[in-house]
């Protein structure tokens, strides 16, 4: 049995995280800047595109998921938090999926979809502002729910490594230099 998840769904599982959280803060804070300006619009552009870049992240993560066994926890975990952990993984994942292509479809919807990094993407919807409005608010809403669980997950892992001592955190950061040579 591996003792740490393989390199590949370590890295994307961090880069991810990178673009889910940037993609949060970026939402979370735009307001601080005026309404119309130009910083509002990057940090607005800049959410879109932390967010497309997961959807483009999310077909080889789930590939590298549905082919990979998962590493035992060490001491081994109660029934009740594999299943609760087993659940929020799998929340985590349909969000990572459902927020950006209905982040694109509602703004496709209100006239204004994003390019990804200068490429057009498909044209999903024609435009159609009150679809569009209702699109954003399913958005928002679960753009809300996945902060929660993001925040829940952090501090589970953080729990388990700093708490519990066990292996939950070390097997997604990857066998230390001294270990791996
Ligand atoms: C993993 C990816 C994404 C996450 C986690 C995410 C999260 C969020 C959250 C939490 C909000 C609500 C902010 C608030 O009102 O408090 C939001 C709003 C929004 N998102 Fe996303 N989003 C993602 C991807 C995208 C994508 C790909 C697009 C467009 C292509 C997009 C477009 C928008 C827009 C237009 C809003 C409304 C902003 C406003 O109210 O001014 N999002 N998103
Ligand atoms: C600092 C931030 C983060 C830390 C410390 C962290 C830590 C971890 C750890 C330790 C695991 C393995 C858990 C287990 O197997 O029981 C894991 C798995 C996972 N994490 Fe994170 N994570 C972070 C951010 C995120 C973010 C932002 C997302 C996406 C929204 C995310 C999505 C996932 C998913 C879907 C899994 C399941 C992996 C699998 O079984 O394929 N993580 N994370």
């Keep these: 049995m591996p003792s740490h998840f ?25 307001d601080f800047a005026p309404d119309g300006s130009a910083l509002h619009k990057d940090m607005m552009a800049a959410h879109m595109q932390f967010g497309l870049a997961v959807l483009l992240l999310f077909i080889p993560r789930l590939l590298l998921r549905v082919t990979s066994t998962k590493p ?13 952990s087993g659940l929020t993984h ?18 496709q919807a209100l ?18 502002k009150s679809l569009g409005h209702t699109l954003i608010s399913l958005h928002r809403t679960l753009g809300n729910i996945i902060l929660w669980l993001v925040v829940l997950h952090v501090a589970a892992a953080l729990w388990h490594h700093f708490f519990r001592h066990d292996t939950t955190l070390r097997r997604m950061l990857g066998p230390r230099r001294k270990d791996a040579s």
């Design 90 to 107: 799998l929340a985590l994942y349909g969000l990572m999926l459902a927020l950006p292509v209905l982040g694109l479809v509602a703004t």
């Design 72 to 84: 035992p926890v060490e001491p081994p975990l109660p029934t009740w938090q594999k299943a609760l």
């Design 6 to 30: 393989r390199p590949w769904h370590r890295y994307l599982h961090w880069i991810t995280a990178i673009c889910v959280i940037s993609a949060l803060i970026l939402v979370e804070t735009h």
């Design 111 to 128: 006239g204004h979809g994003p390019s990804l990094f200068g490429l057009p993407m498909p044209t999903l919807v024609t435009p159609d």
